[in-house]
């Protein structure tokens, strides 16, 4: 018994050191370059590992930023951007999904199928199309023309989510509201969607990220000073500032932090929904 | 569903119409004409027909064939290292994470996971700094552990450089294995486990022989997003390498190829219609995988669920 204990013992051991080694490796360069924005540019070269001191705390990098960069912009075209998109996401998203999983009608499943095609089929292999469509449209440069390609590609894993988590939802209670009067519409706005609160927490989360951190439509659809996201205002800015290492890691690390801020006030909310089985 | 003379019902429209129209106009209807673009070749400003001679000068013709199957076999290898690297470790630390009463299991899986949120922009400038001759940091850190001979400017040179990005992805990415795994080995029944333990099946033997066939569903699952993934890959190498994806095109793939040939580099002039028949090639390869998984594999698993 006590040998059972011990081996049991030194298993959990073995699966921290594991695990921690794993940790450092995850986030040692995110460390690294943290701690190095902070420090003068002799001190970066001659100990990049040691924290910063008195003697080689220095800011020169964040100033250089802030006075070359347009990163304020950048973050709040990034903001617009994310925030409009998942705003669109998630209402149009909700309402397909409703309409799916609350009414029989013809092409009903056809109809799911269709939307679901975009989880698997990347909306980049149409750039070329939606370059010209944006074009012609007189889109090009704006805001607008992001926020509509990242509501088309999230549409699908919303809808996707959404109509499991609302085929849960009572029939009883939808149809007392029925009999009580009310239309379908104040049904889903009213009944519904507040039940589908937590379903559509998870969505945003996924659906933030990959929008947040897009690089390749911003970069063709929107290269414009005026309307650059943080993720190409920081790309640009990094390859004109290459050798000024004191302003790289100083971009780095404010692209890096409030991106991080976000993820630790959300990742339960994030790591709830992976591990429900809302991805499946 | 007594009355079957409904008045037409306008709200099932209304609650479709706005995902259906954006989702149709911005994204099925491109990348039809994508497809569409492929088939044709502009000749003195006029587009003409020339069915599938895209597709023959991009498999064939030298001035593109060499790019292409260079940019398609660094995408398989990109690939390969990812799924032979990424998803055993991935695999590995979620059945240590899943591990009866493991203490601090939240945060080493929420500090695994931070690398996954970062933008491409992040990882890829700072494993270039981490990497870099100039700065340090890898050699010193190699010299620490007595294998300062070791090092070289990995991403400098054709050899490596792949490898080394694809191994920048796998740490990027590792948390999306981890997450599903660790759901689907959190979500096998008690019993199921108890049953095994009865038998005398426990530990190592335990994953393999009970655990690890009943989460077959969700590894093909991370098979099948890094198979999407990876050949749609581009953030990466264009943010790290370039978009010439250098040194000497060694870490070229087909995300990079599509970019450049579509808006031109250099001294190259942008073609929409090549670039439309390199993204048709893609869009195919991407289907195979998918159709290989949905009707090859994820049918075949379906005995296992419960």
Redesign the interface.
């Given at each position: 018994m006590s040998k059972r204990a011990r081996t049991s013992h030194g298993?959990?051991l073995a699966?921290?050191a594991?695990?921690?080694i794993?940790?450092v490796?995850?986030?040692f360069?995110?460390f690294?370059?943290v701690i190095n924005s902070m420090k003068s540019r002799r001190e970066?070269?001659r100990h990049?590992?040691s924290l910063p001191g008195p003697g080689s705390f220095d800011l020169v990098g964040f100033q250089t930023v802030l006075q070359q960069g347009n990163f304020p912009l950048y973050f709040w075209n990034s903001l617009v951007v994310t925030v409009v998109s998942l705003a669109?996401i998630l209402?149009?998203?909700a309402?397909?999904a409703?309409?799916?999983s609350e009414?029989?009608?013809r092409g009903n499943t056809l109809?799911g199928l269709y939307?679901a095609?975009?989880i698997?089929?990347?909306?980049?292999?149409?750039?070329?199309?939606?370059l010209?469509?944006m074009v012609a449209a007189g889109l090009t440069n704006t805001l607008f023309a992001l926020i509509?390609?990242y509501?088309?590609?999230g549409?699908?894993l919303a809808?996707f989510i959404l109509s499991e988590f609302m085929k849960t939802v009572s029939d009883d209670l939808k149809n007392a509201g029925r009999i009580d009067g009310l239309?379908?519409?104040r049904i889903?706005f009213t009944l519904v969607l507040p039940l589908v609160r937590p379903a559509m927490a998870t969505v945003a989360v996924f659906s933030m990220?990959p929008i947040?951190?897009?690089?390749?439509f911003p970069l063709?659809l929107a290269p414009a000073e005026s309307v650059k996201t943080v993720?190409l205002g920081?790309?640009m800015f990094?390859g004109q500032f290459v050798t000024n290492?004191n302003a790289?890691?100083a971009s780095?690390t404010l692209?890096?932090v409030p991106?991080?801020v976000l993820?630790?006030v959300f990742?339960r909310q994030?790591?709830r929904g992976?591990?429900?089985?809302a991805?499946? | 569903?007594a009355q079957d003379r409904k008045p037409v019902?306008w709200?099932?429209g209304?609650?479709?119409a706005?995902?259906?129209i954006?989702?149709t106009?911005?994204?099925?209807?491109?990348?039809f004409?994508?497809l569409d673009?492929s088939l044709y070749e502009v000749r003195d400003k006029v587009a003409a027909f020339v069915g599938l001679g895209n597709f023959a000068k991009l498999f064939g013709d030298p001035n593109w064939s060499g790019q292409f199957w260079n940019a398609l076999w660094n995408n398989t290898w990109f690939f390969v290292v990812n799924m032979a690297v990424q998803n055993p470790?991935g695999i590995?630390?979620a059945a240590?994470?899943s591990?009866n009463r493991?203490?601090?299991a939240?945060a080493?899986?929420?500090?695994?996971?931070?690398?996954?949120?970062?933008?491409?922009?992040?990882v890829g400038?700072?494993?270039k700094?981490?990497l870099s001759p100039l700065?340090?940091?890898a050699p010193?850190l190699l010299k620490s552990v007595g294998l300062r001979h070791w090092f070289a400017p990995w991403l400098g040179d054709p050899h490596t450089a792949l490898t080394t990005i694809a191994l920048i992805s796998v740490?990027q990415f590792?948390g999306i294995p981890m997450?599903?795994i660790?759901?689907a080995l959190?979500?096998i029944p008690e019993e199921v486990i108890e049953a095994a333990e009865m038998d005398g099946i426990t530990?190592m033997s335990q994953f393999w022989r009970i655990k690890l066939p009943l989460i077959l569903p969700s590894i093909g699952?991370i098979s099948?997003l890094t198979f999407?993934g990876n050949f749609?890959a581009?953030?990466l190498i264009?943010?790290a390498q370039g978009a010439l994806a250098g040194p000497d095109f060694s870490t070229d793939i087909l995300?990079t190829f599509?970019y450049r040939t579509?808006?031109g580099f250099q001294l190259q002039l942008g073609d929409?219609n090549m670039?439309?028949t390199i993204?048709?090639v893609?869009?195919a390869i991407?289907?195979v995988g998918?159709c290989v998984y949905l009707f090859g594999i994820q049918r075949r698993l379906r005995r296992y669920q419960f």
């Open positions: 298993r959990a699966a921290h594991i695990l921690l794993y940790t490796i995850a986030l360069p995110v690294v370059i970066i070269f990049p590992l669109f209402l149009f998203g309402m397909a409703f309409a799916l009414y029989r009608f109809m939307l095609l975009g698997m089929i990347p909306i980049r292999l149409g750039t070329v199309a939606i010209k469509l509509l390609v509501t088309a590609q549409i699908p809808v239309s379908e519409y889903f990220i947040w951190n897009d690089l390749w063709i993720t920081a790309q990094l290492w790289v890691l780095l692209a890096i991106v991080l993820y630790l990742s994030l790591i992976i591990t429900s089985g991805v499946k | 569903m019902r709200h099932v209304v609650f479709l706005p995902a259906v954006v989702y106009a911005i994204m099925i209807v491109p990348l004409a994508t673009l470790i590995g630390l240590l994470l591990s493991l203490r601090f939240a080493y899986r929420t500090a695994i996971f931070v690398p996954t949120i970062l933008s491409f922009v992040i400038f700072v494993w700094l981490i700065w340090g940091i010193d740490w590792i997450m599903l660790y759901a959190l979500s530990g699952i099948i999407v749609n581009f953030d264009y943010v995300g599509l579509f808006f929409p670039g439309a993204a048709t893609m869009f991407i289907l998918v």
